[in-house]
């Protein structure tokens, strides 16, 4: 009996350590930081600029938040709790943070709108007092970052790395720490822009709002930098140099991708849905939105279009996989309403994917119309290099004529796709893109002619791009000014358009001059030494005549002066002194006085009678 008891102890010990469970991780919190503070600001004044009864609102809610996870500061006696990371079992200690952070801010704000009340820092203290609340409030959204990094799911940590970017690049920049407060700001910037482009159409407006609220702070920052000269947006890139936060930003792009492949059962386009029954077709789709969100991290152009072409080659397989299910749905005997429906289907998803392709074609010929611009300019500025590369990538007018062709080429073939029901503000934006593209094409047609000694027809076209600029403004202002980045480079064009046809105009009348100074020359011939004297004058020396010499050597004044006789100071030689006879004047010298002491009392008593 003795032996057997430790027997079965170890029997009754072993089931219960097998079945004692794994320790499973811990769930990851989810918070959406931007849409939450932005839905209580807009409720709770910030509307109309009230930032006391924002901070208000979060004393109270912080409150109740307080109250609802029992992290109170005692109940009669004020005892300080620190929130550490073993406490958090829920995200509302996540939005307890956020609030605070929020409190501080608008607290900050506050006493902003007090210290400038009458001018520029008319409140020193309240100026001070608003720079310590800033930094506290840069202090608690650092505190929600980190804690996120522990416990939340990815897209939630970049959410914060922003929001705390953001908080501590506005404490930075009212210190005038204007670097550090840059690059903050377009740290912030670019992952909000990036998560952007991964969240649905619904909520892709409030991230643009976002980054637009972010863009006059980055430029007050680069113009404080530069010495108060006003400057393009040359800031940092943001997370381009941290290897963290972009490990991060790629699992949340791989976690997305993930899920819409899991959700991409159908596909809703034009008022639409149809839906996507092969993998193989659904893996190709995705593979191409996934390339997408490369290409605005590819800092070079060859980088760039790499990109384009696994891009393409995507829809390619794609388009692939619908011919060859429409090829044996139409080899199959019999027809039925069934096979018809699924017919129809595989056309409308083939309208759509060559749609995707052709937008991706159309952004590609932008990225090579960029950077052949880049070079045109350079090459006008002055800016020249040497040997046969240069020769190869120089940039001509010509060049720009023909990929502005294959855009406007892109945006009728996008004019043209039919399929569902048509969506009336994209016509209106692709019609308001295809008139830019016409008009830059005439601008830079024009500068071909120009090039090629044609005056009279580059002012003509600069004439009707000047027209064309003013009318594709004016669709993209009746669109709200949607494509920035088109009606930036036309309101450039529309600048340069100026000075060219005034540049072309003022070499077309010398031109004329010129003809016409060959044809009065031919027929009445001038002496050679008339003509010397024509060839040799400046525009200076001959202001009183209406004359075309100055256009042949182009010199407006002569260049080192030419030596002028100038008149000297007259000598005089004294040649008749010799020849002289001067007249005798001994008798009018005075007699020689005595120089003794008698003869001067003499000379004194015969003064005073």
């Not at 004692?20 to 709770?44: G, V």
């Not at 202090?139 to 970017?165: F, G, H, I, M, S």
């Not at 692709?430 to 830059?440: C, E």
């Not at 005595?594 to 015969?606: A, I, Y």
Request: include cysteine; charged fraction near 30%.
């Amino acid at each position: 009996m003795a032996e057997s008891t430790p027997v079965v102890q170890d029997e009754l010990v072993a089931p219960e350590v097998a079945a004692a469970p794994a320790s499973e991780p811990a769930p990851l919190f989810s918070l959406d930081i931007l849409s939450t503070i932005k839905l209580a600001q807009n409720r709770h004044g910030l509307r109309h600029g009230d930032y006391e009864r924002y901070r208000q609102y979060c004393t109270r809610r912080l409150h109740r938040i307080r109250k609802s996870v029992k992290f109170t500061h005692g109940k009669n006696r004020f005892q300080k709790r620190t929130l550490d990371l073993e406490k958090i079992s829920d995200d509302r200690y996540l939005l307890l943070v956020l609030v605070q952070a929020e409190r501080a801010w608008s607290y900050a704000m506050q006493k902003k709108d007090e210290s400038t009340g009458g001018g520029v820092e008319a409140n020193p203290r309240a100026h001070f007092h608003m720079v310590k609340r800033l930094s506290k409030a840069a202090e608690y959204a650092r505190q929600l970052a980190d804690l996120c990094n522990a416990k939340a799911d990815p897209r939630t940590v970049l959410e914060a790395e922003a929001y705390a970017a953001w908080m501590n690049g506005m404490s930075r920049l009212e210190r005038r720490q204007w670097q550090a407060a840059l690059t903050d700001l377009a740290k912030s910037r670019t992952i909000y822009e990036q998560l952007g482009k991964l969240s649905d159409s619904d909520s892709q407006e409030l991230w643009r709002q976002r980054v637009e609220e972010l863009q006059p702070s980055i430029r007050y920052c680069n113009y404080n930098l530069s010495g108060g000269r006003v400057t393009s947006d040359a800031e940092p890139k943001g997370i381009a140099a941290d290897d963290d936060l972009r490990s991060k930003l790629d699992s949340v792009i791989s976690e997305t991708l993930k899920k819409q492949s899991e959700n991409l059962r159908e596909i809703s386009w034009r008022g639409r849905k149809v839906a996507v029954k092969s993998d193989r077709l659904r893996s190709s789709i995705l593979n191409a939105q996934a390339v997408a969100y490369e290409i605005e991290q590819a800092d070079t152009y060859d980088k760039k279009m790499a990109v384009f072409d696994k891009m393409f080659g995507a829809y390619n397989d794609a388009l692939n996989l619908i011919r060859d299910e429409l090829a044996a749905s139409a080899s199959a005997k019999a027809k039925s309403t069934k096979l018809e429906a699924q017919e129809d289907s595989l056309e409308f998803l083939r309208t759509y994917v060559s749609y995707q392709k052709l937008s991706s074609t159309a952004d590609r010929n932008l990225v090579m119309v960029d950077a052949l611009e880049s070079r045109f300019k350079s090459r006008s500025d002055g800016a020249t290099s040497e040997g046969a590369e240069a020769d190869k990538k120089r940039a001509r007018p010509g060049d720009l004529v023909r990929l502005y062709e294959t855009l406007i080429q892109n945006m009728a073939e996008l004019d043209d796709v039919k399929g569902g029901v048509e969506d009336v503000s994209e016509s209106k934006l692709i019609k308001a893109k295809l008139a830019s593209f016409k008009a830059i094409r005439c601008y830079y047609m024009a500068l071909t002619y120009s090039a090629n000694s044609k005056p009279r027809e580059a002012v003509a076209l600069f004439d009707s791009a000047s027209d064309q600029v003013r009318a594709a403004l004016d669709h993209h202002q009746a669109l709200g000014n949607v494509a920035k980045d088109i009606v930036s480079k036309l309101q450039q064009v529309q600048g340069d358009v100026k000075a060219r046809k005034s540049e072309v105009q003022a070499r077309a009348f010398v031109e004329a001059i010129k003809a016409r100074e060959a044809e009065l020359k031919a027929a009445e011939p001038k002496p050679e030494s008339t003509e010397a004297a024509i060839e040799g004058g400046a525009l200076l020396q001959h202001l009183d005549e209406f004359d075309a010499r100055f256009a042949r050597s182009g010199e407006l004044i002569a260049f080192p002066p030419d030596f002028e006789p100038v008149k000297c100071k007259p000598l005089l030689f004294d040649l008749a002194g010799t020849e002289i006879a001067f007249p005798d004047i001994e008798a009018r010298k005075k007699a020689k006085s005595s120089s003794g002491l008698m003869g001067r009392l003499v000379g004194g008593l015969w003064s005073r009678s």
